[in-house]
């Protein structure tokens, strides 16, 4: 009789969706996916250019480590940079390191790594270039270059035929002159995001290299307002 009674009861009707309802859930979800797919090609940028900086920042220490365990001096010498970051089209930023012939005022400079030692032909030079621009190299960072480094103080290097040189000495000391370094002790390579600049955003981050070798890799804004010691630190490559 129970069933019977449960049996007569009238149904509740289920309402599907108005078209009104329909149309928003559509418009959210839009939104919802606009808003990822801008906050996606943000970290991109960000990732692609904190990554060449840190291709750098490696490179710098790699560097540091030949000068010391060699016994002779190794200098990153800085080679093309994006003079029209600003500019759609392909991106530019080129460095080498090379090892010179003495432990100090070295007067010639083989390419990484340091074969001649072996067999005095610089005949392996498949460590020594990094090329941001090349699509084909192991290097190559989309829509990143290098900033003109002379727009933040002309890198001189020691003696002759250092222009635009880090040279590191046996100690793993930069034996730059004083006035290569930067108000804050160091001196400074920016790392450009070419997209995220002609969207009118900041993706830059830059590789800070102290006279002690230490290198720092820190956000544009820290450049711009903070210090060698102070502001919030992207990355620190220890000595």
Known sequence: ????????QPRTHRR????????????????????????????????????AARTFANAVQLCKATAVNSGAECRIRLD??????VTPGVN???????????????DAWEMMPPDAFD???????SQGTYDLADANGDFYHHDV????????????????????????????????????????????VVFINKDALQKGEIKNYVVKISQSGMVRIDTNDNRLFGSVTSGVTEDVIFE
Do not use: K
């Open 145 to 188: 270059s290098i900033g003109d480094w002379s727009a933040s103080g002309v890198i001189n290097g020691p003696y002759a035929g250092n222009g635009d040189c880090l040279v590191f000495n046996p100690r793993g000391f930069l034996v730059n002159p004083t006035s290569d370094f930067q108000a804050t002790g160091s001196i400074d």
């Open 119 to 125: 067999d005095g032909t610089d005949d392996d030079q």
């Open 92 to 106: 530019a930023g080129r460095f080498f390191i090379e090892v010179g012939n003495s432990p100090q005022n070295s």
């Open 16 to 51: 599907g969706l108005t078209i009104i309802e329909l149309v928003a859930v559509i418009a959210i979800i839009g939104t919802l996916s606009a808003i990822g797919i801008w906050s996606s090609r943000s970290l991109i940028d960000d990732w692609r250019t904190r990554s």
């Open 1 to 8: 009789m129970a069933r019977d009674r449960h049996l007569l």
């Open 80 to 85: 093309a940079f994006d003079s029209a970051p």
